[in-house]
């Protein structure tokens, strides 16, 4: 008799059957982590990933259930928890329920965009969600479209390959803090090493940048950075948008941590002069609050994405385009690519601007509070007043050595999940603060552990 197959995602009723196993071993492997982080070390998670798997492959496999609650089990006791308030080293946000919930309706539908007979409703969901994104971003350009990318890096290189095949070639000029992508995209695309501007504030140096624009020949990038990932510092953007104009430049704003601002009323104007750029990245997974992956490049002009289009007749050949199916490969450098967007659709309905500002709103005023308690805090410094929500600082008079002992020392015991950065030429412990859920109890917390872990 043969077995029958198991059931597929499609089937409510089987997902249904299916979720308690899930939700519950969540909920034991966070209780059985018991902090931010799992205790012991890369060899200790390893061993214990090891001793709850047994073999990966059996022979007869373990049924549904059991197998959901022993990995799912082992994936939450071993996980760095971005909804731990003291887990806040890294531009890793605690996704909101609703967008993980939209997102298991996503992965159960399984539609792929990469042609419409695949995602017919995905793909005009999508076309609406980036436009209207576009739109928030380039809100005086007549025609903005925005691509859905896997975050900051596939965004930046999008970018540069979109001001390659604009001009043929280009130089790319950067911020001494730019995110290191640039360097890889630009590698990748066949164009020069990135001319580095100097960034002696953590900031792009207007003057340096006129100068470097002055003494560079051909197409120019200039990509300026709203939200650096070391401070969160945003660069000059008026200025250099004027400098880049003045020497007849294209300006592409890595807005991946910064670009979320612009849903609040209260610090939107930090963004000034974004709106200047010819291409913006944005990352909803990070200030948006939404399960990895969910970034944007958005665009002033969409017909800058023509240069992205590709044929292959199995998925757009030309008399289904003309047709009137829509065109999906030129919408990404992927080809099978699931439907991230579904998640971002149902954020952006039910919070609205205005509860997506709160949000944001409240991870600031975190940083701010933070930063008020280590200026209290007569054994730390205070690198600089936050710009958004990263907040570095370190123990006096210690070595950079100390420092470093200090965030492995948080790590490997599991009691907290700092950063680091290096800035004014040391190194700082990095706190970003992305959960709004966090209080001023355990900002204090933080406080208590660093000093408490300080050697004297």
């Not at 576009?134 to 965004?155: H, I, K, M, N």
């Not at 849903?263 to 990245?281: E, M, N």
């Not at 009691?415 to 204090?444: F, M």
Request: charged share 20%; net charge negative; glycine share 8%.
């Amino acid at each position: 008799m043969r077995a029958e197959p198991p059931p597929l995602a499609a089937d409510p009723t089987a997902l249904r059957g299916l979720l308690p196993a899930v939700l519950e071993a969540l909920r034991d492997g966070a209780a059985a982590r018991g902090g931010p982080l799992p205790a012991g070390g890369p060899e200790v998670v390893g061993r214990q990933v090891r001793d709850a798997l047994g073999r990966v492959l059996p022979e007869r496999g373990t049924g549904a259930e059991e197998a959901l609650r022993t990995v799912v089990h082992a994936l939450a006791a071993g996980a760095a928890d971005p909804a731990h308030p003291l887990c806040a080293a890294h531009l890793h946000t605690p996704p909101l329920a609703l967008a993980a919930a939209a997102d298991l309706a996503a992965s159960a539908l399984n539609p792929s965009l990469d042609s419409w007979d695949q995602a017919p409703a995905a793909s005009a969901l999508e076309a609406l969600v980036t436009a209207a994104l576009a739109a928030e971003t380039f809100p005086d350009a007549p025609a903005p479209d925005a691509l859905v990318t896997t975050g900051g890096t596939e965004s930046n290189q999008l970018a540069l390959l979109l001001a390659r095949e604009r001009h043929g070639h280009t130089r790319v000029v950067v911020g001494a803090g730019a995110h290191h992508s640039f360097r890889r995209a630009a590698w990748l695309l066949g164009l020069p090493e990135p001319v580095t501007v100097p960034a002696p504030n953590g900031t792009m140096d207007p003057v340096a940048l006129d100068e470097a624009l002055t003494d560079l020949r051909g197409p120019l990038l200039v990509a300026a950075t709203a939200g650096t990932t070391d401070a969160g510092l945003i660069d000059p953007l008026p200025e250099i948008a004027d400098l880049c104009a003045a020497h007849g430049a294209d300006l592409h704003v890595d807005a991946a941590y910064g670009g979320p601002v612009l849903f609040s009323d209260t610090h939107r104007p930090l963004l000034a002069g974004l709106d200047r750029a010819r291409t913006v990245t944005v990352d909803l997974h990070k200030l948006g609050w939404q399960p990895a992956a969910a970034g944007l490049l958005a665009v002033r002009d969409a017909t800058d994405l023509a240069l992205l289009a590709h044929t292959a007749d199995y998925l757009n050949a030309d008399d289904d385009t003309e047709a009137g199916l829509p065109d999906l490969l030129g919408r990404s450098l992927r080809t099978t690519r699931r439907p991230d967007v579904v998640k971002t659709a149902v954020t952006l309905r039910a919070l609205g601007r205005t509860g997506l500002g709160a949000l944001v709103d409240a991870c600031m005023r975190l940083a701010r509070e933070l930063a008020d308690l280590v200026e209290k805090a007569p054994g730390l410094a205070l690198y600089a007043r936050p710009t958004l929500t990263t907040v570095l600082f370190r123990p006096h008079d210690v070595p950079d050595h100390t420092v470093a002992e200090l965030r492995r020392t948080l790590l490997t015991e599991g009691r907290a999940v700092l950063g680091r950065a290096r800035a004014d030429g040391r190194l700082w412990l990095k706190a970003t603060l992305l959960n709004p859920h966090a209080t001023p109890g355990d900002l204090e917390e933080i406080i208590t552990l660093v000093e408490g872990s300080t050697p004297r």
